[in-house]
């Protein structure tokens, strides 16, 4: 069924993408296996063929390059691209530097990051710090036109990969929150120290723990002002909350989409397992909290568009589109049975993929402390 929010021309775009994914991402990636991390001319080699249909630069301006798409159209994308791409979001670091960014570092970074290029993450979370991103520690001494690094940043999306990453950091230790800055740092490997995550799901990417010694980079690579990067972190979060809603939607539309074809081929008893009551039950429960989480993630991206402010709509979208993957691709396992557990069957591995967007980009736990402060009045944090 169309979803209510979309335009014919939205959905034009579903079927793009969602024709470009299976034809020619799904067998790049089955030749060479879903479970071994992608190299980086891999990674680039499928990005590119996301490029015909707006991605990465779905949001970013055509006057800077980008495909000027809108929120929505990035939702689609989104969505449509979870079960191959996953975490990647390599539209991420191009749309905080549009948004973000000085003409000379539009001019500098957007055109290869854009092409593909270069690939880019950003690094929040350390390894003591996550949800309270006001404690963080990396710190940016500024030494005349230079900023030198030192600190660790921990869960590093494409972490070894990434050419180009912006980085929050303190450059006032004292003022605490008010101290931490956004820069984006040119990452040359030889001279850091990184190790790789072993992760339940995601497995096409390496996620990485790098280590900054005595690190430099430009001052002129600031986004901004000094002491704006919470503010631009959290100005910027609302749409990638809204991302891993509908990465989330994608996974679990994909589940129900294998859950569907299962109960419709496998017999039992003389006939297929999609006639018994529990199995249609299932799917049909599926389905509803998979709609649901949908339209949910769509009213942010909606919002996003009308240059609204969203953050509860997307505390409420990421927190229960994430959940909800997790409660669908399951019941998409017990659907096939012990074949569910298989990696003949796709679906063992989308409940991987699932059960980790409940932590980025804030926890479950997190978002309803959010959502019961906007309510309540009430502050669960100080």
Same mark, same amino acid.
């Given at each position: 069924?169309?979803?209510?929010?979309?335009?014919?021309?939205?959905?034009?775009?579903?079927?793009?993408?969602?024709?470009?994914?299976?034809?020619?991402?799904?067998?790049?990636? %089955? /030749? =060479?296996?879903? !479970? $071994?991390?992608?190299?980086? *001319?891999?990674?680039?080699? +499928?990005?590119?063929? &996301?490029?015909?249909?707006?991605?990465?630069?779905?949001?970013?301006?055509?006057?800077?390059?980008?495909?000027?798409?809108?929120?929505?159209?990035?939702?689609?994308?989104?969505?449509?691209?979870?079960?191959?791409?996953?975490?990647?979001?390599?539209?991420?670091?191009?749309?905080?530097?549009?948004?973000?960014?000085?003409?000379?570092?539009?001019?500098?970074?957007?055109?290869?990051?854009?092409?593909?290029?270069?690939?880019?993450?950003?690094?929040?979370?350390?390894?003591?710090?996550?949800?309270?991103?006001?404690?963080?520690?990396?710190? %940016? /001494? =500024?030494?005349? !036109? $230079?900023?030198?690094?030192? *600190?660790?940043?921990?869960? +590093?999306?494409?972490? &070894?990969?990434?050419?180009?990453?912006?980085?929050?950091?303190?450059?006032?230790?004292?003022?605490?929150?008010?101290?931490?800055?956004?820069?984006?740092?040119?990452?040359?490997?030889?001279?850091?120290?990184?190790?790789?995550?072993?992760?339940?799901?995601?497995?096409?990417?390496?996620?990485?723990?790098?280590?900054?010694?005595?690190?430099?980079?430009?001052?002129?690579?600031?986004?901004?002002?000094?002491?704006?990067?919470?503010?631009?972190?959290?100005?910027?979060?609302?749409?990638?909350?809204?991302?891993?809603?509908?990465?989330?939607?994608?996974?679990?539309?994909?589940?129900?989409?294998?859950?569907?074809?299962?109960?419709?081929?496998?017999?039992?008893?003389?006939?297929?397992?999609?006639?018994?009551?529990?199995?249609?039950?299932?799917?049909?429960?599926?389905?509803?909290?998979?709609?649901?989480?949908?339209?949910?993630?769509?009213?942010?991206?909606?919002?996003?568009?009308?240059?609204?402010?969203?953050?509860?709509?997307?505390?409420?979208?990421?927190?229960?589109?994430?959940?909800?993957?997790?409660?669908?691709?399951?019941?998409?396992?017990?659907?096939?049975?012990?074949?569910?557990?298989?990696?003949?069957?796709?679906?063992?591995?989308?409940?991987?993929?699932?059960?980790?967007?409940?932590?980025?980009?804030?926890?479950?736990?997190?978002?309803?402390?959010?959502?019961?402060?906007?309510?309540?009045?009430?502050?669960?944090?100080?």
């Amino acid at each position: 069924m169309p979803d209510v929010l979309l335009s014919p021309a939205h959905e034009d775009l579903r079927r793009r993408v969602r024709d470009v994914r299976d034809r020619e991402m799904v067998p790049f990636i %089955a /030749r =060479r296996g879903w !479970d $071994r991390a992608l190299s980086a *001319g891999e990674l680039k080699a +499928l990005l590119r063929m &996301t490029q015909p249909v707006g991605y990465p630069s779905a949001v970013v301006p055509k006057d800077d390059g980008g495909a000027g798409l809108d929120y929505l159209s990035l939702g689609v994308l989104v969505e449509e691209l979870a079960p191959v791409l996953g975490f990647v979001a390599a539209h991420v670091v191009p749309r905080q530097i549009a948004m973000l960014g000085s003409p000379a570092q539009k001019r500098r970074y957007l055109p290869a990051l854009l092409s593909v290029e270069h690939l880019s993450t950003t690094a929040i979370t350390e390894p003591g710090v996550g949800s309270d991103a006001g404690a963080i520690a990396m710190t %940016a /001494r =500024r030494a005349g !036109d $230079r900023y030198v690094l030192d *600190g660790t940043k921990a869960w +590093l999306t494409i972490g &070894t990969l990434a050419e180009v990453v912006t980085v929050l950091v303190s450059t006032d230790p004292a003022r605490g929150s008010r101290g931490l800055s956004r820069i984006i740092v040119d990452m040359d490997h030889a001279r850091l120290a990184s190790t790789t995550y072993t992760t339940l799901g995601d497995r096409l990417l390496p996620f990485a723990e790098v280590t900054f010694s005595g690190y430099e980079v430009p001052v002129e690579n600031r986004l901004g002002e000094e002491g704006e990067g919470l503010r631009m972190t959290l100005r910027a979060i609302q749409a990638s909350r809204a991302s891993m809603a509908s990465h989330a939607v994608g996974l679990a539309q994909a589940a129900v989409d294998a859950a569907i074809a299962y109960a419709k081929e496998r017999q039992q008893f003389g006939k297929p397992i999609g006639s018994f009551q529990l199995v249609q039950g299932s799917i049909a429960d599926m389905i509803a909290e998979t709609e649901a989480a949908r339209l949910l993630a769509n009213r942010v991206w909606t919002l996003l568009d009308r240059g609204e402010e969203c953050a509860r709509e997307a505390s409420i979208a990421k927190f229960y589109a994430t959940e909800a993957a997790v409660r669908v691709t399951s019941k998409a396992i017990q659907v096939h049975g012990a074949y569910g557990v298989s990696d003949r069957y796709p679906v063992e591995r989308l409940f991987r993929d699932a059960r980790m967007l409940t932590f980025p980009d804030g926890t479950s736990e997190v978002h309803r402390l959010l959502v019961g402060r906007a309510a309540l009045g009430l502050d669960a944090f100080r």
